[in-house]
């Protein structure tokens, strides 16, 4: 089966997830889930089918832009996925399955560059690699936690009770989560930042200086949130805007050098 082909078959599935949960997001009796995780699972299978024939190719493994946003996508659609059978979510599924649902449509419209890597000649820098994206996937899935808890937060000061569902967390195990899943992502990235000091040689090279400043600024911010919620309580939003923040510092890391040289330069 072609690669559009199933990149057309996830994005209808995905739509569907989308629009099975925004029908009835509010409803007191939620979202119909059997429908909704359905079909996310079917985008998630299709999804990874993509990732897998456009990641690994017989020169190596292609690391270009699109395809480690669809991958960090496929990623957090997952993680959320599954957090979700177990903690309500219903807020967030609809912004994950829809954003997943715009990776198909830049995979099937947008061209394809290729960056080739070969992991198998440097475990030290696929170990890093992996441990970076789980870690941006963890804490992306920890800053759409904290708009969840926001959204809660403000429906009840203003006494909104209508707008509450079974189907959404109470407002303090919403936070327990978020900070949960702040703190797991912290430790991986801080893993992911350690390893590649000691195994990559040119960790330090001008080429790679951009996605280590902001990387490591990004970790210093969520490092010393998670200390602030230990020590001093903080949560609200003192925790939401650092959450953000460290979240912006990562992405600028993760793809903004990346965006400039294999977007806007070959634009020129």
């Not at 969840?148 to 006494?159: A, D, E, F, G, N």
């Not at 327990?176 to 801080?190: D, H, K, M, P």
Request: net charge positive; with cysteine.
């Amino acid at each position: 089966m072609s690669t559009v082909l199933l990149t057309a078959l996830a994005l209808n599935a995905y739509l569907v997830a989308t629009g099975s949960v925004l029908l009835r997001i509010f409803h007191p009796k939620g979202p119909h889930f059997k429908t909704t995780f359905s079909a996310a699972v079917a985008g998630l299978v299709l999804h990874m089918l993509v990732l897998t024939s456009m990641l690994f190719t017989a020169d190596g493994q292609n690391f270009s832009l699109l395809n480690v946003s669809s991958l960090v996508c496929w990623l957090i659609t997952v993680a959320v996925t599954l957090t979700s059978l177990r903690a309500p979510a219903v807020l967030l599924l609809p912004v994950v399955y829809g954003f997943a649902s715009l990776m198909q449509v830049a995979v099937l419209t947008l061209p394809h560059s290729v960056q080739l890597q070969h992991f198998e000649q440097n475990i030290g820098l696929l170990v890093h690699i992996l441990l970076a994206f789980i870690a941006y996937a963890i804490l992306m899935m920890a800053m759409l936690y904290s708009f969840q808890v926001s959204y809660i937060s403000s429906r009840l000061k203003q006494k909104d009770f209508a707008a509450m569902t079974r189907h959404m967390p109470p407002l303090v195990q919403a936070e327990v989560l978020q900070f949960r899943i702040l703190l797991a992502g912290t430790v991986l990235l801080g893993l992911a930042l350690l390893v590649a000091a000691i195994f990559m040689d040119n960790w330090l090279a001008k080429e790679n200086l951009h996605k280590n400043v902001f990387s490591f600024a990004g970790f210093i911010v969520f490092a010393v949130l998670c200390w602030g919620h230990a020590k001093l309580g903080w949560r609200g939003k003192i925790a939401n805007s650092l959450t953000l923040s460290g979240a912006a510092l990562l992405t600028l890391g993760y793809f903004g050098s990346r965006f400039v040289r294999e977007v806007l330069l070959n634009s020129l």
